[in-house]
């Protein structure tokens, strides 16, 4: 049988720092049964069956919170071998506190008093023999921070667990108490187990609902045992729990006045106290958290988080990437690379000294051969073939009509006329990846086309240290194994599972940024400062101060933004910061708004930014009105927070806390988003007669699964304007990542000369309703592309996001909830766009929709503004 | 009747009841706010709520509205 031994202690103690000491960072992290609070357990390191059990960090045993609950019912119930309690030494009064009530449990215990290293700096003395005759346990000084004395606690905890060697039990209460408790004691002990009678008994003489619905006492029992809790009461003058509560602070202090010699420290103030003198002062704390908040989202979400997002998702999970730098690196660029490089150079400088000696102008520069000016040439000769190849079809269908379709059907394209070829002329668009503006246009003729079809695909490997992507290096994989490109196999593989799969890790190395800065916040104390700055605000609508991070984060991606929640202690806050965070337009949406904005709002430095706020204003709005349902309104969370003192975190307990998470995403959110992407690459791939398709043609989506699906759910966003299949389809794709919408309209854009948003225009101009003038219809097109983009920003986010919020949650109630609250306020925010968008700008008058968006906004204004209902039977 | 919302930035006062019961009364008995202990004011968030404490040697924050519900008396 292995021994069992677990580590209690307060918050910020140095309990985490202790644990993986003791184990060596091997651990298996896991939720208690039917809550959200982590559970953590290791093997302490150099022995053999020994499991060390990481408790939730609290300041006491009381039945309220969700971490004491968890704590209490591990100890009472499961009973380990033995407990390891930490007390910071800094703060030894409130950390001991826990520690009787820890000595009444009746299991071996020994005390680690922490911090040793700064108790000495400060001058203060602590004298552990005197300390640990008082409590009548084991006190073993340690630093955890530095490693010091954890090798002897390890040993002394687990002979005591070998030896049950259970001290006495200190004189914690006075004797009105002791003669209550003893009497108390007397009732219960044919119901309890010896070992816990104590326990319970000053359990029940606090009224402690927890213990007596366990016990389930017959009647007779609780009425005798209420005199003897009442006759105490009242010789006493207090309640019960303040006389239990008082009394072990006042034993406590007694304790602590003569085992602890503080240094008289008048005006002498602590680094800490320094540190906190600027952070939290009146004037500069907020200037300076808006710095280290920018810098946080700079790294995060702006710069390095960014890079290794298009990293994680194009390269690793793409095509492939040059290794660290080395693209056109001298190192490893090819060598008949570099001879081209050195012809061009000196054919150039030739030409340079003829230009000079024959006195003209010379203004050129030399551009060598690399990898970015060759991959670049080659999109763009892509892109005007293909551009020409589509001018020359529709003019060799003119020409021939007889033949119209044969050149669609053929795989390859070929040119049958080449008269005719010689006339035609097309204009390629070039638009800018990110804004999808139209950055320049160029004319390109048949000389053109036959001349970018002499350019060859460069190989990226001559170029820099070139690593394929996961999909080619699979897809060559199963080719070795005869599964080839075009079968079903392989289809499945690389488009279902490794690109699901690479949904989940692309967004890894951000998540993993986030977490990085947010365990460096948590760990050196300043995330309570944040807490302790924003209070004031979120508190109006419901939230906490740390939900300002999870917003903020949001902005930048939804995924780690829910994953930061994990900071909120309270529950119901954290509930709320989940189902709120992902309204907060996140990068992703960013490039629906863009592609929308430049169709229909061209110019417009309104309607982006427009945006942000609505996000803004459904979190403040919806705030208030979840927090009068009465799932919210139960228990109103009292902010009484201890703010630790600052201190240098170790840089090895930052990254252990950064990988669990990282490691809990990846495992967590991965199985569900495993799962559903294989489910949507099928529904995507395939016709009902389980024909593989192209989805990525506009042939493939008309007839794939998934089609016929939106079309049957296309009348649900009839009263939002984009009630057919394409608007449909559009919204359910972009529920696998949002900036997909784009790309999907872009598919699903009939051909029209102009380009891409020429064609999306058309599209939401179809969708407007039927003879209506060509300004009016325009105006509609207009209307309904905003409602579209509106409905997909605050549907809920993106199937990764969903999969993550719904395993944060903790349960599928939770999941459920949050989902459909999120699918009410984008289809609510979308409804209003429309109906009263038609309403009040293209003269639609008011009709059903309009006196139903009405309702809807009475009943929405109604559930904001309504006065706090009063839910009895919850406060029970 | 004094509480502790009214004591002021800088100043010390000692418990003297707490009038609030159920899950907030324990949690701030259990932060060892307890009758007959020093609590020092240290500070006001930037916001104006809510308050830094010094209670038992450590840092403390509260808010004013439970402030209130804690009576406190001259030291």
């Given at each position: 049988?292995s ?26 992290v896991g ?53 390891i ?22 299991i ?13 700096k400060?001058g ?12 009548g ?44 408790i ?59 729990e ?48 808006a ?12 710069t ?23 693209a ?8 008949e ?44 000769a ?10 020359y ?30 006339t ?11 804004s ?27 170029y ?6 996961v ?8 080719d ?21 799969v ?23 104390g ?5 807490a ?6 979120f ?120 990988w ?36 990525e ?36 794709s ?37 003879n ?18 509106v ?14 919020t ?22 609510i ?26 309702l ?21 | ?15 003297k ?48 509205a ?10």
């Open positions: 049988m021994l069992k031994i677990a580590l209690a202690g307060n918050p910020n103690c140095g309990k985490t720092t202790l644990f993986n000491n003791l184990t060596g960072g091997n651990e298996y939720n208690w049964p039917g809550v959200t609070v982590e559970k953590k357990n290791g093997d302490l390191k150099g022995y053999k069956d020994i499991v060390l059990q990481d408790l939730p960090g609290i300041y006491s045993l009381s039945p309220y919170t969700l971490e004491e609950v968890v704590t209490r019912q591990y100890l009472v119930d499961e009973r380990p071998d033995a407990i309690n930490i007390v910071d030494g800094t703060n030894i009064e409130r950390n001991l506190y826990l520690t009787t009530q820890l000595l009444e449990l009746n071996p215990m020994v005390i680690a008093l922490n911090m040793m290293d700064l108790v000495t400060n203060d003395e602590i004298d552990i023999e005197k300390l640990a005759k008082a409590l346990c084991e006190v073993m000084p340690i630093s955890a921070l530095e490693g010091n004395g954890c090798k002897e606690l390890a040993a002394k905890a687990v002979s005591l667990a070998q030896e049950k060697k259970v001290g006495e039990h200190p004189h914690v209460f006075t004797g009105a108490v002791e003669h209550a003893a009497h108390i004691e007397e009732s219960i002990q044919e119901k309890v187990d010896s070992q816990v009678l104590r326990w319970f008994a000053v359990k029940l003489f606090e009224r402690d609902e927890k213990a007596l619905e366990k016990l389930a006492l017959p009647k007779e029992i609780t009425e005798h045992l209420e005199k003897h809790v009442v006759e105490c009461e009242n010789e006493l003058e207090d309640d019960s303040s006389i239990i509560t008082n009394q072990r602070y006042a034993y406590v202090k007694k304790v602590t006045e003569q085992a602890v010699r503080k240094k008289q420290r008048e005006g002498n103030l602590t680094l800490s106290d320094k540190i906190d003198k600027v952070v939290t002062n009146r004037v500069l704390a907020l200037p300076i958290f710095v280290v908040i920018w810098f946080m989202y700079w790294i995060s979400v702006s390095i988080g960014t890079w290794l997002t298009d990293w994680a998702n194009d390269g690793v999970f793409g095509d492939g990437w040059h290794f660290a730098f080395t056109d690196s001298a190192l490893f660029t090819a060598k690379v570099k001879e081209r490089n050195a012809a061009a150079l000196k054919e150039f400088e030739a030409r340079k000294a003829a230009a000079l000696k024959a006195g003209e102008k010379f203004e050129e520069e030399f551009e060598p051969e690399t990898w970015e000016s060759v991959s670049g040439a080659f999109d763009d892509q892109k005007r073939i293909e551009t020409w190849q589509a001018a079809t529709k003019a060799y269908e003119e020409k021939h009509p007889a033949a119209e379709g044969e050149n669609k059907e053929e795989e390859e394209f070929e040119v049958q006329d080449t008269e005719l070829a010689k035609v002329k097309a204009t390629a668009i070039f638009e800018d990846e990110e999808g503006e139209i950055d320049h246009e160029e004319e390109v003729t048949y000389e053109q086309y036959l001349e970018d079809k002499k350019v060859e695909e460069p190989n990226p490997s001559l820099g240290l070139w690593i394929p992507g999909p080619s290096i699979i897809g060559g994989l199963l070795k194994i005869g599964i080839h490109d075009g079968s079903f196999l392989y289809s499945l593989i690389i488009n279902g599972i490794v690109a699901g690479g949904t989940v890790f692309g967004f890894l190395p951000q998540i993993l940024i986030v977490f990085l800065f947010l365990a460096f916040m948590e760990d050196c300043y995330m309570a400062r944040v302790f700055i924003m209070d004031r605000i508190r109006r609508f419901g939230l906490s101060g740390k939900s300002f991070i999870p917003m903020l984060v949001g902005t930048g991606c939804g995924v780690p933004a829910v994953m930061a929640t994990r900071t909120i202690e309270n529950l119901n806050d954290r509930r709320m910061t989940i189902l709120l965070a992902t309204f907060i337009p996140c990068g992703a949406k960013v490039a629906i708004i863009a592609m929308i904005v430049a169709a229909f709002f061209p110019g417009s430095n309104l309607v982006g930014p427009s945006m942000y706020f609505v996000g803004i204003a459904i979190v403040v709005f919806g705030g208030i009105a979840l927090k009068k349902t009465k799932t919210f309104a139960g228990e109103a969370a009292p902010f009484v927070m201890e703010l630790p003192a600052y201190h240098w975190p170790s840089l090895k307990g930052v990254f252990i806390h950064t669990e998470r990282g490691k809990a995403y990846a495992i967590k959110a991965g199985t569900i988003i495993f799962a559903a992407c294989i489910v949507l690459y099928f529904l995507m791939s395939f016709d009902w007669h389980f024909h593989l398709l192209d989805p043609t506009a042939e493939g989506l008309e007839q794939c699964m998934l089609h016929d699906i939106g079309q049957a759910f296309a009348w649900i966003f009839k009263p939002l304007g984009f009630g057919n299949w394409q608007g449909t389809v559009a919204c359910v972009a529920e696998i990542a949002k900036e997909q919408a784009t790309a999907t309209l872009a598919m699903l854009a009939p051909d029209v000369d102009g380009g891409t948003l020429k064609g999306v225009q058309t599209l939401f101009a179809q969708m407007a309703p039927a209506l003038e060509p300004a009016t219809q325009a105006l509609y097109a207009k209307i309904i592309a905003f409602s579209f983009m409905c997909n920003l605050f549907f809920p986010p993106c199937l990764v996001a969903i999969a993550t719904w395993r944060e949650m903790g349960s599928a109630k939770w999941g459920c909830i949050a989902i459909g609250f999120q699918l009410m306020v984008g289809y925010i979308a409804l209003f766009s429309y109906q009263f968008g038609v309403m009040l700008f293209a003269g639609a008058g008011v009709g059903a929709g309009q006196i139903i968006a009405i809807v906004l009475l009943a929405v204004l109604y559930f904001i503004f309504r006065p706090m209902p009063k839910f009895e039977e919850v406060k029970k | 009747m004094k509480t502790l919302k009214d004591v002021a930035v800088g100043e010390s006062a000692v418990v009841r707490l009038q609030c019961t159920g899950p907030l009364k324990r949690r701030i008995m259990d932060m060892g706010l307890t009758k007959g202990t020093e609590v020092f004011v240290r500070k006001v968030a930037p916001l104006g709520d809510p308050l830094e404490l010094t209670v038992r040697g450590y840092e403390l924050s509260i808010r004013k439970e402030a209130e519900a804690i009576e406190v008396e001259e030291k």
